[in-house]
């Protein structure tokens, strides 16, 4: 159960973290910075799909261990 809450929480707090960014992109585009804020998050995206295969494959993600 540890497992599964440390997961629960460290997705929740990433998916909070790209609400808040989505609320604030467009104020972001107006600045010029658009495009290297997409990148960025593209970025943290692409990290957090890494962690998920990473948490899969070590089957993290098992309910009957």
């Known amino acids: 159960f540890y497992l599964v809450a440390v997961l629960f929480i460290l997705f929740d707090v990433e998916s909070l973290f790209l609400v808040v960014w989505a609320g604030s992109a467009r104020e972001l585009a107006q600045l010029g910075a658009g495009a290297f804020v997409f990148a960025e998050i593209a970025f943290f995206v ?20």
């Open 46 to 65: 692409g990290l957090l799909v890494l962690a998920l295969a990473y948490v899969w494959k070590k089957g993290g993600l098992e309910w009957d261990r």
